[in-house]
T-cell receptor
């Protein structure tokens, strides 16, 4: 069964700590995404990547960075965690659609990582 | 991307069909309708998608109106495990990013 695996389901960190959230997919997908989900706000896109070493900012990139050194792995980095980054973080991946109209863009999500910053 | 409107919540009795509506009156010709669901404390799960024609798979059916301005996701025999938040998303394919914008969805409660 194909999977998107997030390294930690639950993390507790302290303010100011550097936090790494890891995501690995085994579907050979080009695209990978990081979302965060908060009550009442839905899923918000932080960053995405459409190729190795490529990254694009999403809607809320402030306070985050990402790394994509290998196709299967996409890391989200909180350089100095703050309490307002307490959230559920969701990783997803998908294929690149090379021809517009050639097919739909289906995202596969991981189970999520619930981060608490104290 | 076209904006979608969904009711915030719905109830359905177990064993009955659950019909979840979605309005997307500004949809354009090359935009797909996607449905995902999210069971509590899990990542969203893809259900089905369509462009113009009605679609059916092992999970659900998708009915798209002829003018494409609205659609309905049908769970033919809802079970308690179908209790989840259901997201309707409209998105075209483009070469500049493939992220899907999830709104607040419809919270479906299936009751015994």
């Amino acid at each position: 069964d194909v999977k998107v695996t997030q390294s930690s389901r639950y993390l507790v960190k302290r303010t100011g700590e550097k936090v790494f959230l890891e995501c690995v997919q085994d579907m050979d997908h080009e695209n990978m995404f990081w979302y965060r989900q908060d009550p009442g706000l839905g899923l918000r896109l932080i960053y995405f990547s459409y190729d190795v070493k490529m990254k694009e900012k999403g809607d809320i990139p402030e306070g985050y960075s990402v790394s994509r050194e290998k196709k299967e792995r996409f890391s989200l980095i909180l350089e100095s965690a703050s309490t307002n980054q307490t959230s559920m973080y969701l990783c997803a991946s998908s294929f690149v659609i090379r021809d517009i109209g050639s097919g739909a863009n289906v995202l596969t999500f991981g189970a999520g990582s619930r981060l608490t910053v104290l | 991307d076209a904006k979608t409107t969904q009711p915030p919540s719905m109830d359905c009795a177990e064993g009955r069909a659950a019909n979840l509506p979605c309005n997307h009156s500004t949809i354009s010709g090359n935009e797909y309708v996607y449905w995902y669901r999210q069971i509590h404390s899990q990542g969203p799960q893809y259900i089905i998608h369509g462009l113009k024609n009605n679609e059916t798979n092992e999970m659900a059916s998708l009915i798209i109106t002829e003018d494409r301005k609205s659609s309905t996701l049908i769970l033919p025999h809802a079970t308690l495990r179908d209790t989840a938040v259901y997201y309707c998303i409209v998105r075209g394919n483009s070469n500049s990013g493939y992220a899907l914008n999830f709104g607040k969805g419809t919270s479906l409660l299936v009751t015994p």
